[in-house]
């Protein structure tokens, strides 16, 4: 299997199917198999001279023409596994006579970037404009902690101002978005000099630096090893009205902290409630991109969407921050072809092959990704799913690739280095600067996001009928025949535009955020 090659255009298209049955879908001339709009029966029709030969649940894959054992099986015109036996024509196709399987990619870099065409008049949205000149869509005060031994103070100085509790402790200050509180479980038995110290400090540094917080209280323990003092020096931060900081140890114990914080927090208040929002080009927009619970259409209705959004989003001057590796392993060639330059292209693969080498650290397989309900759902291969959730990318160039909770400065497309797991990657975006998150479900996702709000986009509409409460725009329209992929683009963008501008996204109605603060934990434990 490893002599073959996968690239654009690298297949000559197959004959036309006669009459393919109006329940498949075939996306590209190229693929060996097409997707069911719904369930399928034994018997039932595939094409002119071809029937089903055994059920095939809605969202999987029905082979549309024979695959020898070994042989690559497409879709997107991309290879997404091969054949364990030989597959008949109109067979089901999924683990059972699928698998992963080693083939070269090429990464060409750059041979399809192109010029991005921007808009004359961008759009705008309703921002906040600190003082620095950074532009906020929420107006927070954070509670941030360098240890988990201090969560639970912090927890209790936000709880003290939540409003479903306490509505009386912001009453006087309406252009509070509230008191939250980013804990973790990190922060001590760590190498006081290793990688893992750096990354924590570095997330917890984007947290305490991003626009949407009006002031951000740090609190410690006092003896941990990551060091409020170490933190705030390795990160350039700077303490002040912005930024202030205390331990336990030092204060006093927990009731005096909890106390005293309570004082500190009530004494930032005034200052945040002084906001306004104003018109501001969309290239202050930061766009975290997130897909979880996949299915079979992700590719297909919400993730292809959400690129249309992104699209218009960079050639309104914004940014787009595409991430989980895992997730785009096996498809990482289409970025690479997009890259604005060799360099930014030889980042992407180099972070993929840590990837490769740390799964082999660890005894783990990088085709372990799809989840029981990506399998469920008619995803098969890491492959497939990553050839899916790069859609969300959109089309236009690969502008920088940066490692974990970077600071994001260039505008266009990005890559960020993150897991696949959407409470990680979504918490290195932010920290990177992420001031919205977009993210697309096929399953079903109860996912928020504090301090940037989350919106979330159904792949299919029985899940946006069964979940409608959790979800904020239904992608299956497109599937249902009813829109097209460009036209809930639109409507995506226009979302964005509304949510950044102070629309509340059904997570945030939701109270969902502070606990979705996952910062990536790697390296020992000692």
Known sequence: MSNVTSQPGDVTARPAIEGLASSLILLNARDDVAIARQQLLPGGPLSADARVTGMIPAGHKVAVHA????QPVRRYGQIIGFAKRAITVGEHVHTHNMAMGNFERDYAYGVDSHPTHMVEKPATFLGIRRADGRIATRNYIGILTSV???????????????????????????????????????????????????????????????PNFAAVLMIGLGCETNQIDGLVESQGLKRGAALRTMTIQQTGGTSRTIASGI??????????????????????????LQCGGSDGYSGITANPALGAAVD?????????????????????????????SREVGEKLVARIHWWEAYCARMNADLNNNPSAGNKAGGLTTILEK??????????????????????????????????????????????????????????????GCAPSPS???????????????????????ILDGEQSVDEVGEAIFQMMLATASGQRSKSEVHGYGQNEFVPWQIGAIT
Request: charged fraction near 20%.
């Open 67 to 70: 695959v020898a054992e070994g």
């Open 148 to 210: 988990n031994c201090s969560a639970t103070v912090a927890r209790a100085i936000a709880d003290y101002f939540r409003r479903d509790i306490h509505p009386e402790a912001l009453a006087d200050f309406p252009n509070v978005d509230g008191v939250v509180a980013l804990t973790h479980g990190q922060g001590c038995a760590i190498d006081s000099e290793g990688e893992a110290l750096t990354l924590i400090r570095r997330t917890l540094a984007g947290y305490a630096r991003h």
């Open 263 to 288: 004082e500190q927090i009530k004494s930032l208040l005034a200052e945040a409630n002084q906001v306004k929002r104003e018109p501001v080009d969309a290239k202050y927009l930061t766009v975290g």
């Open 312 to 340: 218009r989003l960079v050639a309104h001057g914004g940014t787009a921050i595409l991430s989980e590796t895992p997730e785009v392993y096996g498809a990482e060639h289409l970025l690479t072809r997009r890259a604005v």
């Open 386 to 447: 990553s050839l899916g959730a790069v859609a969300k990318g959109g089309t236009t160039n690969l502008v920088e690739t940066y490692e974990y909770a970077q600071p994001v400065s260039a505008h266009g497309l990005v890559f960020m280095d993150t897991p696949g797991y959407d409470p990680v990657s979504a918490t290195g975006q932010v920290a990177g600067g992420a001031n919205l998150i977009c993210f697309t479900t096929g399953r079903g996702s109860a996912y």
């Open 455 to 477: 919106l979330k986009f159904g792949t299919n509409t029985p899940l946006w009928v069964r979940q409608e409460e959790d979800i904020d725009l239904n992608c299956g329209r």
